[in-house]
């Protein structure tokens, strides 16, 4: 059986090894993004920590502004351009690069507004990690698009060592200020899209690299389709302590950026899961295929979770002390709550994919806004009076929103499709 770009469906055990190797590349990137936090809190303490969280934070909105769908578009257009790779590889990043700069040009004359002026500094070095982060994301994108999900999985195990790696330089270094922090992670990162870059060419040869301006429009069409769901997901996802930033101490913004680490580990499942089941479901040759391909990923989602989540809230009490330092205890109220919005927030993302992947590239969005109306509305009402603990319980509720916007969104397509 085929699908209707004439690829070959992926029989069952091949399957299972597609979920199980993206499975272990999560647990990779899980485990370096926790070092990497543990390395960063113990590094530079509570409020060193809240100013990493808040420079991070606003350029990762920053750069999500400027990738209007084209990183959705290249894993759709990796999928269904089979022998044409090259040329969305070529027109993917002479565009997003190109925005890249743009986007840094015009933060660059108020970042002392967003930032203060103690940041300012490094806040402007790191803006310069969303054109490395572009050209490793659409490489990936394009690789799960087809399926490659070795190479997909490698650059992502690259992209995350790179912060770990930098974190370990600069304590070896005694590097225990944000900006020589920032300097090591820029430095690192040029080192970690190199190395993707190197790793690409081996389904993306360089030469085959070309601008196609019919591709770009494609691109641009379909991009701009998933654009807002793009935003409100990554809005939803680090408003809060973009928000936090603006609203409460470094101090507070620290405690909650490790209680969203140790929260952060549920999520590295998810991914799994909603990066293996966009190409099944773009590939699908039926529309009862594609719902099975979910259900199987929901049933998959909620075995692996649930009894995660559990087990880690049980062990908060004890694990954020013995392991970000004593001065971290405050963060362990919202990490119970953020563990309930890990499971939803995973959720979310596997639903996202599954309708991108199934040809409604905007729906997401109407789900990501409702969350981020009530993240934005809430957030400024609840943090005065409940603090952090609040801001825990603001995200609980949006991703819940959004998964029920999702959901009805999932089984209105498919209904009607049927019908």
């Not at 952060?264 to 391909?293: N, Q």
């Not at 801001?391 to 959901?407: E, K, R």
């Amino acid at each position: 059986m085929t699908t209707s770009c004439q690829e070959p469906v992926l029989e069952a055990p091949t399957r299972n090894w597609a979920v199980a190797q993206t499975l272990a590349s999560n647990a990779a990137t899980m485990a370096l993004g926790a070092a990497g936090s543990v390395l960063a809190a113990r590094l530079l303490g509570p409020n060193g920590r809240g100013q990493l969280a808040a420079i991070v934070a606003w350029v990762g909105l920053a750069a999500a502004l400027g990738d209007i769908g084209i990183s959705q578009a290249c894993a759709y257009y990796g999928a269904k351009s089979r022998s044409r790779e090259g040329t969305v590889a070529g027109t993917s990043l002479a565009m997003g690069v190109g925005i890249s700069f743009v986007v840094i040009l015009g933060i660059l004359p108020i970042r002392s507004r967003l930032f203060g002026d103690g940041l300012a500094g490094p806040a402007s070095l790191y803006l310069f990690t969303i054109p490395l982060g572009v050209i490793a994301t659409y490489l990936a994108a394009i690789l799960q698009g087809m399926s490659q999900l070795g190479s997909f999985n490698a650059i992502r195990v690259v992209q995350a060592s790179a912060y770990t790696l930098a974190l370990v330089i600069a304590m070896s270094l005694g590097w225990a200020h944000v900006g020589t922090v920032v300097v090591a992670i820029v430095l690192c990162q040029c080192f970690a899209t190199a190395i993707s870059v190197r790793i690409a060419s081996r389904f993306l040869p360089f030469e085959g690299w070309r601008l196609d301006k019919t591709t770009a429009r494609g691109m641009l069409a379909y991009g701009g389709r998933t654009y807002a769901g793009n935003l409100f997901w990554l809005m939803n996802g680090r408003l809060d302590q973009a928000l936090l930033s603006l609203f409460a101490p470094m101090r507070e913004l620290g405690m909650y950026a490790v209680a969203v680490s140790y929260s952060g580990i549920l999520f590295g499942l998810s991914g799994a899961l909603a990066s293996v089941v966009f190409p099944r479901v773009a590939g699908a040759a039926t529309v009862a295929a594609g719902r099975r391909e979910l259900h199987n990923t929901l049933r998959g989602l909620a075995l692996l979770t649930l009894p995660l989540a559990a087990i880690m809230a049980l062990g908060v009490r004890w694990v954020i002390p013995a392991v970000f330092g004593s001065a971290f205890d405050a963060a362990r109220r919202p990490a119970y709550i953020l563990l309930a919005g890990g499971v939803l927030l995973g959720l979310n993302y596997v639903l996202s994919n599954a309708l991108r992947a199934s040809g409604r590239p905007g729906a997401p969005a109407f789900g990501e806004a409702a969350g981020m109306v009530v993240t934005v509305s809430a957030l400024p009402i609840v943090l005065p009076r409940w603090g952090i603990t609040g801001a825990a319980w603001v995200s609980v509720f949006s991703y819940a929103l959004t998964t029920i916007v999702l959901w009805a969104l999932w089984n209105r397509k498919n209904v009607s499709m049927q019908g």
